[in-house]
């Protein structure tokens, strides 16, 4: 069996697409307790908006057999 833990997204920025700087921030972390991403997140793709904002997609999972997709403003 395969056990999961409690997972957060964080970023790397590259202006080349070969060099990478790993930032610390976390993107984003589970859910509360309750919501539909509250067991895991995953394979997110971060975007930045025209405004210096940012949203993120990202899988979602309320317990290891079912999972979403879903976005968040960050």
């Not at 309750?34 to 930045?48: F, P, R, S």
């Amino acid at each position: 069996a395969i056990e999961f833990t409690a997972q957060e997204m964080g970023y790397a920025i590259s202006k080349d697409g070969i060099n990478w700087i790993k930032k610390t921030t976390k993107v984003l972390t589970v859910g509360a307790g309750g919501t539909w991403d509250d067991y895991q997140v995953g394979n997110g793709v971060l975007m930045e908006k025209p405004d210096g904002s940012a949203v993120v997609f990202y899988t979602g999972q309320s317990d290891s057999t079912h999972a979403q997709g879903g976005y968040a403003d960050v």
